[in-house]
Nanobody, 122 residues
């Protein structure tokens, strides 16, 4: 049974930082692309960042240069370091996985975590 469990969300002032973590279990982690998506109230779920099995990274334009995605294959962990947070980054952040290739489309991901709330106060 595949499980993805996010942690690290919270409330932070604009300009601050947070680090999200995602603990994976039940899958061949090193063969899976891992991604972060987010969903704000009243909006569709959107791609934030992804990392391929060997570690190539991809970012949405809105977070490029501010967010960093990383993975630790030995620990089955994925991280999202978020710096210079803006009010518009407020959303529920989801960890997701799919086999092999990275995608920016949510429908292509097989497994999802329960989400963690990030709130940026202006």
């Amino acid at each position: 049974q595949v499980q993805l469990v996010e942690s690290g969300g919270g409330v932070v002032q604009a300009g601050g930082s947070l680090r999200l973590s995602c603990a994976a279990s039940g899958l061949t982690f090193w063969r899976h692309a891992m991604a972060w998506f987010r969903q704000a109230p009243g909006k569709v779920r959107e791609f934030v960042a992804a990392i391929s099995p060997p570690g190539r990274t991809y970012y949405a334009d809105s977070v490029e240069g501010r967010f960093t995605v990383s993975r630790d294959n030995a620990k089955l962990m994925v991280y999202l370091q978020m710096n210079s947070l803006e009010f518009e980054d407020t959303a529920v952040y989801y960890c997701s996985s799919k086999g092999l290739e990275v995608s920016t489309e949510a429908y292509e991901y097989d497994y999802w975590g329960q989400g963690t709330q990030v709130t940026v106060s202006s």
